[in-house]
């Protein structure tokens, strides 16, 4: 009966951290505005953040025994960098201007429109991928569907 005991504790720990690890990251994500979430949650996510932390031994001094048992603990079961780690990398650094050219000779600059954050995140995603040399037919489509919905706007 006490070996089932220490193999249901060992398993709750391990469980315990991974779940902190993993909840790390996400409020670490949503602390920086890196996702749809509303921005409201930011100070809680901070703060859930800090929990986490706590929790891995993050807070403790380096040298401190606990830190470095679960940090080795962490590394020998894989654990460490969570699922944020393969979560996708939105840059913010992309942005789609279209150029607008009149009859009269004027041109203006225009980008899409997009209803929400969400969207606006997929969009970067999509363009990011749309770089690679794979996927011109593709892009071609897209960036004339894009430039479709903006010239409706603009009929004049």
Not at 4 to 21: D, E, M, P, Q, S
Not at 67 to 84: D, F, K, N, S, V
Not at 96 to 108: K, S
Request: proline share 5%; glycine share 6%.
């Amino acid at each position: 009966m006490f070996p089932k005991r220490i193999y249901a504790a060992c398993f709750g720990i391990h469980f315990l951290l991974i779940t902190a690890v993993c909840l790390a990251g996400l409020f670490s994500l949503i602390a920086e505005s890196a996702t749809v979430l509303p921005a409201a949650l930011e100070p809680y996510a901070r703060k859930a953040e800090v929990a986490a932390a706590w929790l891995l031994g993050k807070k403790a001094a380096a040298s401190s025994p606990v830190r470095r048992c679960i940090a080795t603990y962490l590394h020998a079961a894989g654990i460490q960098a969570g699922y944020t780690f393969f979560a996708p990398n939105v840059p913010g650094y992309h942005r789609l201007t279209l150029e607008l050219f009149y009859n009269d000779g004027r041109v203006e600059h225009e980008s899409p429109h997009l209803r929400s954050k969400a969207t606006g995140l997929r969009l970067e995603s999509l363009l990011d991928r749309l770089a690679e040399q794979r996927y011109e037919p593709i892009r071609e489509v897209l960036v004339k569907m894009l430039a479709f919905s903006v010239w409706r706007l603009h009929l004049t």
